[in-house]
């Protein structure tokens, strides 16, 4: 508790501080100029809403966010209004995060819980001192993105497959020079042991003097080759960002011209200690809930969200529903590409939970033109190459159905004949 709660030279929390506000301010910008604000909120008609209270707001208002959280950004890496402009960018990032399931990526989590860690913790940019534990705490948060990133790689898919990897590989074969390496099944596993290896490790190696400059080097690498290969938006940015955390202090102050401020005694109030302890205990068992579910996550996904599995799985899947009116018994059709925009319709058909709620937007809407329904779903997905099946059972009616209901999810068949991997 003494050594948390010492007072050590803020270098680190300032150069991470700069980084982070720059990647925060770029990150609206470049949404709003890729046409992500139209094509993501405001194009769709039907929305896969986190909560009922989460409402799409207008064009001019959507803009308007996206500027202020840019403006937000430059404030926070300018040291200038620092608290307003992380509350101002975490309400506004949180809520156009609750809009729809279909946006959801991880470092949008890691981004928040950054935001919030950075928004209570007692040091201002101003301050050329911190409490140490405010550096270990953003430092543990990192950690335990890596350490669940890598313990989620240890299956059978992922170690003896080479899954998903060869199959994203095998699609750049098109590269010059390296393409037809990349696309051998050998070249897919071994990169898949090297990043669960890594994942496992790099906290670590972060951590301790003697490894911390290899460390450092080791992530840059990873995180810019996985930010080439694959669409991971600024997560590799952020996480290089968050590495500058765990340079020695004299590296980091000489950024600044000036030697490294000794250690110095502080203070912690017993109440800081157990909310941090709570909100530490949070971080690094929420992600193991899935484990209190029966089947495999990485099939069902209860419980993949929020829990840093990155680069698991390649679902392909279709899905109609079947409509039918309770009193006529009439029966139609419903194919959800007529409504979805592509991307949702892509996330759609191989996620359990926004197949359930589609079907119970469908029986919402018939239910306002005064008919009520049942909605079944004809739904199959395939698994990292595996042979397609069945995803959700088509006898159970999915308008009657809540997500913590038990039996509607088709368990993966794992004796399933596995597609050609070459």
């Known amino acids: 508790m003494r050594w948390l709660a010492e007072r050590i030279d803020a270098a680190h929390l300032t150069v991470f501080r700069v980084l982070f506000g720059l990647i925060l301010a770029v990150a609206p910008v470049r949404f709003a100029a890729y046409g992500w604000i139209e094509a993501l909120y405001l194009e769709p008609t039907f929305h896969f809403a986190w909560t009922r209270f989460a409402v799409v707001p207008s064009a001019p208002v959507l803009y308007a966010m996206h500027g202020l959280m840019a403006l937000c950004g430059v404030a926070i890496a300018a040291g200038r209004l620092y608290r307003p402009a992380l509350a101002v960018y975490l309400g506004c990032f949180t809520y156009l995060e609750l809009l729809d399931k279909t946006l959801y990526l991880n470092h949008y989590v890691l981004v928040t819980i950054l935001l919030v860690t950075l928004l209570v913790a007692p040091w201002r940019p101003e301050h050329t001192r911190a409490a140490r534990w405010v550096r270990e705490l953003l430092r543990l948060e990192l950690g335990l993105v890596w350490f669940w990133a890598g313990v989620c790689k240890l299956n059978p898919d992922w170690l003896l497959r080479g899954e998903p990897l060869h199959t994203w590989l095998r699609a750049r074969m098109e590269i010059p020079v390296v393409g037809p390496w990349l696309a051998l099944p050998e070249t897919a596993l071994v990169m898949s042991w090297a990043g669960a290896a890594f994942d496992l490790s790099i906290y670590a190696l972060l951590l301790w003097p003697r490894t911390r400059v290899v460390g450092f080097v080791l992530l840059t690498g990873f995180h810019l080759i996985t930010g080439l ?31 490294a401020l000794p250690p110095e005694p502080g203070s912690m109030r017993p109440a800081t200690a157990v909310v941090m302890a709570g909100w530490v205990a949070l971080l690094a068992l929420f992600p193991a809930r899935h484990w209190l579910e029966p089947g495999w996550v990485n099939w069902n996904e209860r419980g993949f969200r929020l829990a840093w599995r990155v680069l698991l799985i390649e679902k392909t899947g279709q899905v109609d529903f079947r409509v039918v009116d309770r009193e006529t018994r009439r029966r139609w059709t419903v194919s959800p590409a007529t409504e979805l925009t592509v991307l949702q319709h892509k996330q759609m058909r191989t996620q359990p939970d926004m197949i359930l709620d589609y079907a119970h937007h469908l029986a919402d809407r018939n239910a306002r033109e005064g008919r009520d329904v049942e909605v079944y779903a004809e739904s199959w997905a395939s698994l990292n190459g595996r042979r397609t099946q069945r995803l959700v059972r088509p006898d159970v009616d999915l308008a009657r159905t809540s997500y913590d209901d038990t039996g509607w999810i088709v368990p993966l068949q794992n004796d399933a004949p596995v597609a050609s991997r070459r």
């Open 229 to 259: 290969l694959f669409p991971i938006g600024v997560f590799p940015w952020v996480m290089i960002a968050g590495a500058l955390l765990f340079l020695p202090d004299a590296a980091v102050a000489r950024v600044s011209g000036r030697s």
